[in-house]
């Protein structure tokens, strides 16, 4: 379930998600939730007996090459091991995500109209069927149900067009239209939609099912579309445009954050408002790009800052684990739904341990 809501595939190539420690067939009823995996997380763990911990930021990111116990990567992991816990990471692929990091964010601060900053490099496909008229509708639904058809926030995306098709059955054949050794010429309809790749399987599954010939005819085109439903940072717009200063103690109020570091005029107006959960500062010309009046971000660098007033571009900086912590929530309300759609009783629990690393004074 994890992996249907952040696919593997959307992961940066340096980045290092799925899993990090532990038996992928252990069996767990209670899960918990955590930006960062360490000790006090671990002990957290222990004391509610959950045996997998899912976090954002990967364990093992760089890689180790020695587990050493006196040193503290090693010693971690050696804990883990030891207690039998399995820990999960889903990282970039969840920043990306159609419901990841940067989407949870632009929703909490009740953005509309919300888009991608920088799409994704997800790879798609476009698939032609050809259906009997009656069967049509069946076909359709079923290729949608699988996950074909989704175009931003649209599903169900067709096309539609009529023809003749013409199939003679050979001697072996069990035609659902028609006689062996007949040609036959039906009225069809040519079906195209968009998928994933990383779907086809299922989708095809699915389609064939649904399908009435014994025989399907269909395509599969690899397509160079950018995507549509993934991909770094969101940008939407306040239903009213506010003063940055009214703007910043929003992102606080909303985030449940101490503090904010905001840059650019106070009482400058906001309303297209650019977000990416985590450190992107990077993304700011982006922002610029798309008329965002302020991107809101974590892990602002001087040098970043200074290029964005010097653009014109405000931006309101409420710390890495303030801008992806709200993820935790929602990750605890799919997957618990996805548990209890799957007849599944599992607990999901969100860290009450784990904390920003940076106090204010």
Partial sequence: MIEELSPPDLAEEW?????????????????????????????????????????????????????????????????????????????????????????????????????????????????????????????????????????????????????????????????????????EKVGEIRVETILPARITGGVVKAMLAAHPYEEVAYDLYPLENRSVSSGLGRVGSLKEAVSLNEFACKVKEALGVPAVRRGGPAGGKIQKVAVCGGSGGDLWPLAHKAGADVLVTGDIGYHAARDMLAAGISFVDAGHYGTERPVLDHLSRHLTEGCRERSLEVEFIVSSVEGDPFFLY
């Fill in 15 to 183: 980045d290092n998600c799925g899993l990090q420690v532990g038996d992928p067939q252990r069996m767990a009823d209670r899960v918990l939730l955590a930006l960062d995996m360490d000790e006090s997380v671990l002990d957290e763990a222990l004391e509610l007996e959950a045996g997998l911990v899912i976090t954002h930021h990967p364990l093992l990111l760089k890689g180790i090459k020695q587990i050493r116990e006196d040193l503290p990567p090693g010693r971690l992991v050696s804990k883990i091991i030891r207690a039998g816990i399995t820990v999960y990471s889903a990282h970039t692929n969840l920043d990306s995500a159609r419901g990841g990091v940067s989407a949870v964010l632009a929703e909490a601060l009740d953005l509309t109209g919300i888009q991608i900053l920088k799409p994704g490099k997800e790879k798609y496909l476009k698939l032609a069927v050809f259906v009997p008229v009656d069967h049509c509708d069946q076909v359709r639904e079923a290729l949608a149900g699988a996950g074909a058809g989704w175009i931003g926030n649209y599903s169900h995306c067709t096309f539609m067009s009529g023809g003749t098709g013409t199939f003679k059955p050979l001697e072996g054949a069990s035609p659902y239209i028609g006689r062996a050794g007949d040609l």
